[in-house]
């Protein structure tokens, strides 16, 4: 636990660096390298976390990067993104709705992938993946957040 725990904090502060960096930054290789590390962290994790085999993590890299890239599409809605102290009876159905938005399009996404995993992992597997994919964003996000006061 104590090891997931480290490596969601590793998560979590490169994913801060990655928002942290201001739009108009030139240097796009550099995000794209702190990106495919973050990957890597992610993959690394599941792979413990599931009990993949060699032949598993294989098939699974490039269907869980082409999954994490269609979740980040649909779920990449800034009007969610208001913090709470900041919400205001004006504001307050938009934020929510957004919110409804990403939760009904990301599960249109674990659903599209349902088989496409089922090929590569059991059935047990994914509902960890999942499971685990959820409490690893979930605990970025808390990092982050924590890092941005």
Avoid: C, W
Avoid at 65 to 74: D, K, L, M, S
Wanted: aromatic share 6%; no cysteine; proline share 2%.
């Amino acid at each position: 636990m104590k090891k997931m725990f480290l490596m969601i904090m590793a998560i979590a502060v490169s994913a801060f660096t990655l928002t942290a960096q201001p739009k108009q930054d030139a240097d796009k290789a550099a995000h794209k390298e702190k990106a495919e590390q973050l990957m890597v962290v992610r993959l690394q994790m599941l792979g413990e976390e599931l009990g993949l085999t060699a032949e598993q993590a294989a098939a699974f890299d490039p269907v869980y990067r082409e999954y994490r890239r269609a979740i980040g599409r649909v779920a990449d809605n800034k009007a969610a993104r208001i913090k709470k102290e900041n919400l205001t009876n004006e504001n307050a159905l938009k934020v929510v709705a957004a919110r409804l938005s990403n939760t009904i399009n990301t599960a249109s996404v674990k659903q599209k992938y349902l088989l496409t995993f089922a090929e590569i992992i059991e059935p047990l597997q994914i509902e960890k993946l999942y499971r685990v994919d959820d409490r690893i964003a979930r605990e970025a996000r808390k990092i982050a957040q924590y890092s941005n006061k």
